[in-house]
């Protein structure tokens, strides 16, 4: 889903229809003039989609475009993406963009490649990458790692000889447009859509929950768990340690009988955290400390100019 937002004019025709129907020849001069034959594809893209429409009948210059509930959910990934690029560390990029089409293939490739999952648990050099993930080949690591930086998804660390790059708070906040997608594509396209992996969970958890956002009282042990997909479900997930409103610790290593535990499966996680709402997870302890958790860790990835984000 994102690779798809990636393309030009995509997501500005998602936008548009988002604030009213229009016709082809409103939606041209809204979207600046793009060729007619360009929009027509993009509008036949996201119509197989299932996320706009047609609507009204006769000439064919009096027929709307308008979003579906498909495309209105399409829309919350949109503005989740918007938001993250707009804090992006170099300056603001603009949704469309030649750059946002870079940032935006760069964070897949760091996704899919497991990178950020590994840099979520300690800085690394690019040869310990080349000993951690073995399917990809050093040239390949290369690149991606490439991208990663150029992009600002990881930065160098100060006087980092032995592990030079670290995930940048950028890159941790990148879990907000992955987890609208994700949740977009459990709905809308479950027949093709990946299936959430232990490591996908883990990831997750491990790039978001440190930089929580919580009030500087908190204290405590949480544990963040979700039964993965497929027929032999396990436990993904993370204990946290917080001390005044600090994540200190967060780790991939569960607890059998924590004290305090948020647990869900992969469409409640998803839905707690596009939507800010913790309801459909089991909690367990105190229930107190784990719905400020969450509601911390959304709060971190949807957040635009430190206020409550887009897709709350």
């Not at 996320?51 to 579906?68: C, D, F, S």
């Not at 009988?257 to 955290?273: E, F, K, T, V, Y």
């Not at 105190?286 to 709350?312: I, P, Y």
């Amino acid at each position: 889903m994102l690779s798809l937002l990636a393309r030009p004019l995509n997501c500005h025709v998602v936008e548009a229809l988002g604030r009213r129907p229009m016709r082809l020849g409103e939606l041209l001069k809204e979207l600046g003039g793009p060729s007619q034959s360009t929009l027509r594809g993009r509008l036949a893209d996201l119509a197989a989609l299932g996320a706009t429409a047609k609507r009204g009948g006769g000439m064919p210059y009096a027929v709307e475009n308008e979003l579906t509930d498909v495309g209105r959910d399409l829309l919350r990934v949109v503005e989740a993406l918007a938001a993250w690029l707009s804090r992006a560390p170099a300056g603001p990029i603009p949704l469309g963009s030649v750059a946002a089409k870079g940032a935006i293939k760069a964070l897949v490739g760091g996704w899919e490649s497991t990178m950020l999952r590994v840099f979520a648990a300690r800085p690394l050099s690019l040869t310990q990458l080349d000993r951690l993930i073995a399917p990809l080949s050093y040239p390949a690591l290369e690149r991606r790692l490439s991208a990663l930086r150029a992009t600002g998804l990881v930065e160098p660390v100060p006087n980092g000889a032995r592990a030079p790059y670290a995930v940048s708070r950028w890159g941790r906040e990148a879990v907000g447009p992955i987890s609208a997608a994700a949740r977009f594509e459990r709905i809308h396209m479950s027949e093709t859509a990946a299936r959430l992996t232990p490591i996908d969970v883990e990831a997750a958890f491990l790039l978001a929950t440190p930089i929580a956002k919580l009030p500087p009282h908190t204290d405590g042990f949480c544990q963040l768990a979700a039964a993965t997909d497929g027929e032999s479900q396990r436990l993904a997930g993370v204990n946290v340690a917080i001390d005044r409103g600090e994540v200190v610790e967060c780790v991939a290593r569960l607890d059998p009988m924590p004290r305090n535990r948020a647990l869900g499966d992969a469409g409640a996680w998803l839905h707690a955290m596009v939507f800010r709402d913790p309801s459909p997870l089991r909690i367990t302890g105190d229930l107190d400390l784990s719905h400020r958790l969450v509601v911390g860790v959304h709060d971190a990835l949807f957040s635009s100019n430190g206020k409550e984000g887009q897709a709350s």
